[in-house]
């Protein structure tokens, strides 16, 4: 079966919800690990006061049992402990009493660079709170759940898939992104950047050419280009191939069949070659600004400026956490498909019997 996830869950609501389908029974999970991938998701020099409030922690109900998955559908929930102060506001039925607490007010004010005027006109909501909820990046925690499984069912495989972030506010070392975020923030401007996820002991041949939809390149772009305002993924050089000459573009093959270079970033023809993967996913500058852009109140149709939200300056080091949990979960649904098996055993034996076919051949250092 192929790995599966779907999710659900409000910004403020009570919860956020995924459903993993399609693990192998046997895979040991730690309820510490997945923790210390939520808590880095909300850690992060430009994030707002509100990652303190949220101090957010897994829950399994269904799936696992003593720790060992069951090979039947994982739910994991991570809970909005922020609910508290949105319980009339955010009532997933009517709600009892008179208006109070935070979400009581209607919205009616659009956030340019937010789902919040395409999705009142599309659902057909007064409130935008009913769009806006909904595609808050607030839901990447439930990703960064299922990831931090997937990189679980990874690492038996050998392979280890990490992200960082290479660029805040156009700029790449430590202590000059740190500077940007901190003018930012005294400015009360928001900033972007660009985070690299690499995924080490990544086998030959995940992935296919077969389809288009088969592609492995294709489908971590998708994956990536999912997540809130990620705008560009590239692949390995990628845009930088565009300005470069045949023979400074590719890998070149030497024996044992490992590359002098990795400009392809570990893929080639949408198959994993036995490089390590290289990604990267560029962030525009959060929308939602202290110093908010026009807008138009839906109410009166008179012209005003956009909602003003508690948020961050810039997310990119949450973009890492996060891109890095969307590329371990594709690189995981790829080496099931390509792997298959319904227990962990299944699975590793089905990985040493492709490496032995492979070995006469494919021989890296
Ligand atoms: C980890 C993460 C945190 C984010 N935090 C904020 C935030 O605090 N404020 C904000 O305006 N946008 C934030 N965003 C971006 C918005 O969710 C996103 O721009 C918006 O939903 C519109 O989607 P689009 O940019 O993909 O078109 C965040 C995105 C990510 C990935």
Not at 338 to 359: F, V, W
């Amino acid at each position: 079966m192929a790995l599966g996830l779907v999710t659900a869950g409000e910004s403020h609501g009570p919860a956020l919800v995924a459903i993993v389908t399609g693990l192998p029974a046997g895979l040991a999970l730690d309820k510490e690990m997945i923790d210390a991938d939520l808590r880095r998701r909300q850690q992060g020099y430009g994030r707002s006061p509100r990652q303190k409030l949220e101090s957010d922690e897994v829950e399994v109900l269904a799936g696992l049992r003593h720790g060992l998955t069951l090979g039947t559908p994982l739910a994991l929930v991570v809970r909005n402990r922020d609910h508290a102060n949105w319980t009339w506001g955010m009532s997933p039925w009517p709600p009892d009493g008179d208006p109070s607490g935070k979400g009581a007010k209607p919205v009616t004010l659009p956030r340019p660079g937010h789902a919040d005027l395409a999705g009142v006109l599309k659902f057909g909501h007064d409130d935008v709170r009913n769009a806006l909820e909904r595609a808050s990046a607030r839901h990447t925690a439930v990703h960064v759940a299922a990831g931090s499984v997937a990189k679980a069912l990874l690492r038996e495989l050998g392979i280890v898939v990490e992200g960082r972030p290479v660029e805040i506010g156009g700029e790449t070392t430590d202590e000059a992104m740190r500077a940007a975020t901190d003018e930012a923030r005294k400015e009360r401007h928001t900033l972007g950047g660009v985070v690299e996820v690499t995924a080490t002991g990544v086998m030959p041949g995940l992935g296919s050419y077969a389809e288009k939809s088969d592609r492995l390149d294709g489908r971590l772009a998708a994956a990536l280009m999912g997540v809130q305002a990620v705008k560009g993924v590239e692949v390995g050089d990628g845009f930088a191939l565009a300005r470069r000459r045949g023979t400074e573009a590719h890998d070149e093959i030497d024996p044992g069949l490992e590359r002098r270079t990795n400009r392809a970033g570990g893929l080639e023809a949408g198959i994993t070659n036995g490089e390590p993967l290289v990604v990267r996913a560029a962030m525009k500058p959060l929308p939602t600004l202290m110093r908010p852009l026009d807008s138009v109140d839906l109410a009166t149709g008179e012209a005003t400026q956009a909602l003003v939200e508690r948020s961050d300056v810039q997310a990119v080091e949450a973009l890492a956490v996060v891109a890095e949990a969307t590329v371990a979960f594709e690189l995981a649904r790829a080496a099931l498909e390509k792997l298959g098996g319904d227990s962990l055993d299944d699975l590793l034996a089905a990985k040493r019997h492709y490496l032995e076919r492979i070995s006469a051949r494919w021989r890296p250092r």
